[in-house]
């Protein structure tokens, strides 16, 4: 059951132009979560259920957000998503030992149980740079992967050059498909995906190091 949090993230999404399908196995939140979507796709059923995951074509899924209040739960349909073709996938979870075990079997991104914090950056998504976001123990702290746009004030210039909130590390950056770490002398350039670890209240100041002029 995606419960409270899937009542409230489902229709975020679909406010971002992304074609939202919920599967839940409580009457209540399915009608809930209908009544707040107006074109997506609201499920009676069990996220494990091979049969019916394949039905609703999850192979075709960009990603699959499994947000129930049990992690070894989350883990499996995650994992059974991720084996019938499924893109991407989410995770929620509570107790931050499952944090690691998540990552290491393949889950792509592990969210603390603060999951809407995540709407602090979705503004962003609409600019085309933020790939992902994982939010870490207690939101306090935010892992986003994101693109550096073409103009931006990174974009080409030494690290030690710009002035980035102290709240915030670059801890890699991916270029031609090779990563890198960095250090004070490296510069990013347009296309670059970079993995910054940043303080939450300062995560849109953060952001806008990487969006080009409009």
């Known amino acids: 059951?995606?419960?409270?949090?899937?009542?409230?993230?489902a229709p975020m999404l679909e406010e971002q132009?992304?074609?939202?399908?919920?599967?839940?196995?409580?009457?209540?939140?399915?009608?809930?979560?209908?009544?707040?979507?107006?074109?997506?796709?609201?499920?009676?059923?069990?996220?494990?259920?091979?049969?019916?995951?394949?039905q609703e074509g999850v192979e075709d899924a960009d990603i699959v957000?499994?947000?129930?209040?049990?992690?070894?739960?989350?883990?499996?349909?995650?994992l059974l998503a991720k084996h019938l073709g499924a893109r991407q996938t989410i995770?929620?979870?509570?107790?931050?030992?499952?944090?690691?075990?998540?990552?290491?079997?393949?889950?792509?991104?592990v969210l603390a149980t603060r999951l809407l914090a995540a709407g602090e950056v979705l503004s962003f998504v609409r600019s085309g740079s933020i790939e992902r976001v994982s939010l870490l123990e207690g939101a306090c702290v935010q892992a986003v992967e994101v693109i550096v746009q073409e103009g931006s004030p990174l974009d080409g210039r030494r690290l030690m050059d710009v002035d980035l909130p102290k709240g915030c590390l670059i801890?890699?950056?991916v270029r031609d498909g090779k990563?890198?770490?960095p250090d004070g002398c490296s510069a990013l350039h347009a296309g670059d995906r970079a993995i910054v670890i940043v303080e939450a209240d300062q995560a849109s100041d953060v952001l806008s190091f990487f969006k080009g002029g409009d």
């Not at 599967?23 to 009676?44: E, F």
């Not at 957000?65 to 995650?78: P, V």
């Open 17 to 54: 132009g992304i074609s939202v399908k919920v599967i839940d196995n409580d009457r209540d939140h399915c009608r809930l979560v209908a009544s707040r979507l107006k074109k997506g796709i609201v499920l009676y059923g069990d996220g494990t259920d091979i049969d019916l995951l394949k």
């Open 1 to 9: 059951g995606a419960g409270r949090t899937g009542q409230i993230l």
């Open 171 to 173: 801890g890699t950056y």
């Open 91 to 109: 995770v929620r979870v509570v107790r931050t030992e499952y944090v690691a075990l998540m990552q290491q079997v393949g889950v792509d991104i």
């Open 179 to 181: 990563a890198f770490i």
């Open 65 to 78: 957000i499994c947000i129930t209040s049990d992690e070894r739960l989350n883990m499996m349909m995650a």
